[in-house]
């Protein structure tokens, strides 16, 4: 099957597991990247050592149609930022790999999300490409359990793995499962991008609710203001107990470890920084 694929970094298993099963790339679409919520350094260097046309500019159907004319049969959707237009002039097939178990889930990061609502299985998606965002039927889903405590780091490795094992399900048997491909159906849940406000530590809440937040944005970090300073949080330990500190006050600072009294507890923030993230919401910070 010959194919074009849409990519970022994160979504390489998929790309490597279909060219493993004898498929023949024809072209690979990549968007800018923030290099903290994406990353298309290995996507762009296949594209080069494999010496494929590259784009990194919305698709267009005149693209499409380029496509057509290579013999490009399917669009293969890894990651991307851009609406597709209507690919069903030009090829036979356009599908796309989500990170959550559609329906639940659309929208452009749900990760965060699914861990700071402390689920307990997470997974992914193959759906043909509809005309709405993340709204096509479904070929394959592939599932897998979150842990109490996972971190953001910790998602995204179990999701890669669960990409490569989803994959393998689509490649090894593509047209049968495109051909029984289930609707979504009703209902379902789009959940948008988070806030800065969404990243912000309210200390009066609870200690568990706190490292919960921390654990969800990793290396998007959440901000917190300490002394009447704003630093951003990349990683902090806890633990509930009796005191009578006013939440938010500092209490012991050694080197960069910083003891903040909670609601019910204390948060021992052991990694920080005062500069946030480099791109937040796709923003530059000045």
């Known amino acids: 099957m010959r194919?074009?694929?849409?990519l970022s970094d994160r979504f390489k298993p998929v790309l490597d597991v279909f060219l493993q099963a004898g498929w023949q790339p024809l072209k690979v679409f990549c968007t800018p990247?923030?290099?903290?919520?994406?990353?298309?350094?290995?996507?762009?260097?296949?594209?080069?050592?494999?010496?494929?046309?590259?784009?990194?500019?919305?698709?267009?159907?005149?693209?499409?149609?380029?496509?057509?004319?290579?013999?490009?049969?399917?669009?293969?959707?890894?990651?991307?930022?851009?609406?597709?237009?209507?690919?069903?002039?030009?090829?036979?097939?356009?599908?796309?790999?989500?990170?959550?178990?559609?329906?639940?889930?659309?929208?452009?990061?749900?990760?965060?999300?699914?861990?700071?609502?402390?689920?307990?299985?997470?997974?992914?998606?193959?759906?043909?490409v509809g005309p709405e965002f993340d709204s096509g039927d479904i070929l394959a889903q592939e599932r897998f359990a979150l842990g109490e405590t996972d971190t953001h780091q910790a998602l995204d490795i179990k999701l890669q793995l669960a990409l490569h094992r989803l994959s393998h399900k689509v490649a090894g048997d593509f047209e049968r499962l495109w051909g029984e491909a289930q609707p979504q159906g009703e209902g379902g849940s789009y959940w948008p991008l988070w806030t800065d406000q969404d990243r912000i530590l309210d200390f009066k809440r609870g200690t568990a609710d706190l490292l919960r937040q921390v654990r969800a944005f990793g290396d998007f970090e959440c901000a917190a203001t300490i002394n009447n300073v704003t630093i951003f949080i990349h990683r902090a330990e806890g633990w509930v107990e009796t005191?009578?500190?006013?939440?938010?006050?500092?209490?012991?600072?050694?080197?960069?470890?910083?003891?903040?009294?909670?609601?019910?507890?204390?948060?021992?923030?052991?990694?920080?920084?005062?500069?946030?993230?480099?791109?937040?919401n796709g923003r530059l910070r000045k």
């Open 33 to 128: 990247v923030d290099h903290r919520m994406h990353h298309h350094k290995l996507s762009v260097a296949f594209a080069e050592q494999r010496k494929l046309p590259l784009q990194l500019s919305p698709m267009r159907p005149q693209d499409l149609q380029e496509l057509a004319e290579m013999g490009c049969e399917t669009l293969i959707l890894g990651s991307y930022n851009w609406r597709i237009p209507d690919w069903t002039p030009y090829l036979r097939y356009a599908i796309n790999f989500h990170p959550s178990l559609l329906p639940e889930g659309r929208g452009p990061y749900p990760q965060v999300r699914a861990l700071l609502e402390g689920r307990r299985e997470w997974g992914c998606t193959c759906h043909k």
């Open 243 to 280: 005191h009578g500190f006013a939440p938010g006050s500092l209490i012991y600072s050694q080197a960069e470890q910083l003891l903040v009294a909670t609601g019910d507890g204390m948060l021992l923030v052991t990694e920080w920084s005062l500069y946030g993230p480099d791109v937040i």
């Open 3 to 6: 194919f074009a694929i849409t």
